[in-house]
Each structure stands twice: as C-alpha cells, then as structure tokens.
C-alpha cells in the first residue's frame, strides 16, 4: 500500500511506566469507536509497517495508553515515541448526509446559495479550533468554515457541497 491508502489517526507521545506502554493521542472524533484496534501502522525506515494492539486503555477525551506486542519495556518503546499512528482507508466506514471525512471531498465543487458556483475543495485545513474548507475559485483562495450551520448538502454522486455562507464572508474574497 502507497501512503495515500491511508489516513492518519494520531501521534505517539511517549511512554508511560517501565512496561512499554505508550501514551497516545487519537486524532479522531470518537475514540471509543478505536478501543478495539487490533493494529495501527508506523512509518519505520520509509515504510508502513504494521504494530500489533495487545491492549488499549482511554484515559481522557483523546488520550490512551496503548501496547504494542513485542514492546516489553520502556526502553523499547521510547523508539515509538514522536511517531505519527496511521490506518488504511479502507477501513473508514462510510458516512452518509453531511457526514464527511476531510480527504473525500477534495475535488467537490462548491456551491453557494446566493453567489452560486465559487469553486473547487482543494482541502480541508484543520485548525484549531475551526477546520477550514479551502476552495480555489480562479486564481483566488476562499476560506470558508466547516461547521453545520453552513454546510447544507453533500451531494456524493455530483461531487458538489452546497452551502449557506455567512453574509459578507464570499464578498472578501471576491
């Protein structure tokens, strides 16, 4: 698999105790739907490998401990830490309505209620504390907010998100 068969779940941040857990942090909007992993995928010397779950333990909204087999001490596991956790996309589940996940829209044409087509999602920019859909109209870039009260269909088969600027923001960059 090339990287671009998978998606990026989280960071390792560092061991924990002198068993070779790991502290970790799950980029993902509901942790609990990861508990059961049985493995995740690190990129070790330019490649993904897989590292087999022996044991995941939530212990705040994004935070877990996990074990890794064949890691048994803390001297082990701190080769881990920094590393970046991914899992292959055709593991995602699908997701209907306005449901979407930030890499499949790429592509989509935007369309606005008032100003009509403005553009094509190059990506979704996720900041803190507002992911971004960053669409490219022409030569310019629209920056417009990935939150419910704009987004007013995501039209899968025709590749379009309809939307519900707030009034003024299309204007800026226009």
Do not use: W
Not at 20 to 38: A, F, R, T
Not at 41 to 50: K, N, T
Not at 83 to 93: C, G, H, I, K, Y
Not at 114 to 133: K, R, T, Y
């Amino acid at each position: 698999m090339q990287p671009k068969d998978f998606y990026y779940l989280g960071k390792i941040l560092k061991t924990v105790g002198n068993k070779g857990q790991l502290m970790v942090h799950l980029d993902v909007d509901e942790p609990e739907n990861y508990q059961k992993l049985e493995s995740v995928y690190l990129d070790v010397y330019g490649e993904r490998i897989p590292f087999f779950i022996t044991g995941i333990e939530l212990r705040s909204r994004n935070a877990a401990i996990m074990t890794f087999a064949d890691v048994f001490s803390a001297d082990e596991a701190e080769d881990y830490a920094g590393r970046e956790m991914f899992l292959p996309l055709a593991d995602l589940p699908d997701l209907t309505g306005n449901q979407f996940y930030f890499h499949e829209i790429e592509g989509f044409t935007v369309i606005d209620t008032v100003f009509g087509e403005i553009g094509i999602v190059e990506s979704v920019l996720d900041l803190n504390p507002q992911a971004l859909f960053q669409i490219r109209s022409g030569e310019k870039e629209i920056l417009v907010p990935v939150v419910d009260q704009v987004i007013k269909e995501i039209d899968r088969e025709n590749k379009i998100i309809r939307i519900e600027a707030p009034e003024g923001l299309i204007d800026i960059y226009l």
